[in-house]
């Protein structure tokens, strides 16, 4: 059974930055895309960034030049450093890493920026 478990979620003021951490289980991770995206009440979920199973990676226009991901295989773990955080960066966070087949989700982290 493939789990996802994100962390580092929290407050943070306008300009700083945060890190998640996505942690994955029951997985092929190391050969799998992961990716993070984001939601806010009412609206759909968009996708943030992601990274292929070589390391390649792509932003939303958004967040190009503020927020980094990158992964670790040998734990499992895939990050997004967020930095000159903004209050529209505000939202629910969460990972997804698809096989091919099946797309798996974690449970969410929230990250709210404060003005």
């Known amino acids: 059974q493939v789990q996802l478990v994100e962390s580092g979620g929290g407050l943070v003021q306008s300009g700083g930055s945060l890190r998640l951490s996505c942690a994955a289980s029951g997985s092929t991770f190391a050969i799998n895309a992961v990716a993070w995206y984001r939601q806010v009440p009412g609206k759909e979920r968009e996708l943030v960034a992601a990274?292929?199973?070589?390391?390649?990676?792509n932003y939303a226009d958004s967040v190009k030049g503020r927020f980094t991901i990158s992964r670790d295989n040998a734990k499992d773990t895939v990050y997004l450093q967020m930095n000159s955080l903004k209050p529209e960066d505000t939202a629910v966070y969460y990972c997804?890493?698809?096989?091919?087949?099946?797309?798996?989700w974690g449970q969410g982290t929230q990250v709210t920026v404060s003005s």
């Open positions: 990274i292929t199973r070589d390391s390649t990676t």
């Open positions: 997804s890493e698809t096989d091919g087949f099946l797309d798996y």
